[in-house]
């Protein structure tokens, strides 16, 4: 499949409709145009692209225009979403080699190697083997595991799963991982479960079970939150107040300490209004910080 191609035609048809010529008209303005595509070549790269996205790109026999039948699988699923703006990215930028020195960024942590062996026994129920090594161990430990799900957060990789080792389900960083193999041993995902589940009350990818899930209010000075307002800090963000000074937002989450440091990060930019808990908690915190610097 000519990947380029694909990535630009889903991209060029989430909006809108084209006859095959309008598609070619359009193709050969863009960055990535090697070529017209012949209509016998542009078939073959549909179903490929439909296969690959799993969506249908219709032909309406009335305009001969093609169409992507319904655009919300690709805005509705995460992965899909994901995949389609980190590929359109990747072979972009592939192609403007000259551009290199002029854009930048961000890379993983690592064990991105691990990926097409951990989804491969997540597609068939198999079990892992895992030689991991925490940061707090001075040396490697085995484990087997059930790999439910992968989540990549802040530029790190991580599989959860039930490890036999813990009786639990644990979570574990790909960049931690010495050694992994595929087992004959199957299992049989938990009913019910699925990843956007597992983390809805979970800010990053911590979880605390003695952490209960709270009404969380934080009042931002005004510049600061209105970079909030457009990237919220969790899914359940709600806007309750705001003029020209601060903007208070409203949280259904459980406060982990990777929330604490998120709120911390923040400095004099914002205020814990509720609950008092976790208010009390970030000034603790600010009280030990002031006899450091203090």
């Known amino acids: 499949m000519k990947l380029d191609f694909s990535i630009w035609l ?63 699988v690709l805005r509705s699923d995460p992965l899909k979403s994901w995949l389609l703006s980190s590929m359109s990215a990747v072979t972009t930028i592939e192609r403007c080699k000259a551009l290199t020195d002029r854009i930048m960024l961000e890379a993983t942590y690592g064990g991105e190697s691990f990926l097409s062996l951990i989804t491969e026994a997540m597609s068939v129920n198999r079990c892992l083997q895992l030689l991991y090594k925490p940061f707090w161990h001075e040396e490697p430990y085995q484990l087997v595991l059930e790999p439910y799900f992968i989540r990549l957060f802040r530029q790190r990789w991580y599989l959860i799963g039930f490890s036999h080792k813990h009786r639990e389900i644990r979570i574990f960083a790909l960049d931690r991982m010495k050694k992994i193999e595929m087992m004959k041993q199957t299992f049989s995902m938990p009913e019910g479960m699925n990843v956007e589940s597992f983390f809805f009350n979970s800010f990053g990818i911590m979880q605390q079970d ?9 009042r931002f000075i005004a510049e600061q939150g209105m970079y909030i307002k457009t990237k919220p800090l969790h899914h359940s963000q709600h806007l309750l107040s705001m003029d020209s000074d601060y903007m208070v937002f409203e949280y259904r989450l459980s406060p ?39």
């Open 10 to 72: 889903v991209n060029y048809l989430m909006d809108s409709s084209a006859t095959l010529k309008e598609i070619n008209e359009a193709w050969s303005r863009s960055s990535l145009y090697d070529k017209a595509v012949s209509r016998s070549l542009f078939h073959i790269y549909r179903r490929k692209t439909e296969d690959f996205f799993g969506i249908d790109i219709i032909c309406d026999r009335r305009t001969n225009k093609y169409y992507i039948k319904d655009p919300r």
């Open 210 to 218: 003695n952490i209960p899930v709270e009404s969380i209010r934080l």
């Open 256 to 294: 982990t300490f990777d929330f604490f440091q998120e709120v911390l990060s923040y400095g004099s930019d914002v205020e814990v209004l509720a609950p008092d808990s976790f208010r009390q908690r970030v000034a603790e915190c600010v009280r030990w910080m002031t006899k450091i610097y203090l």
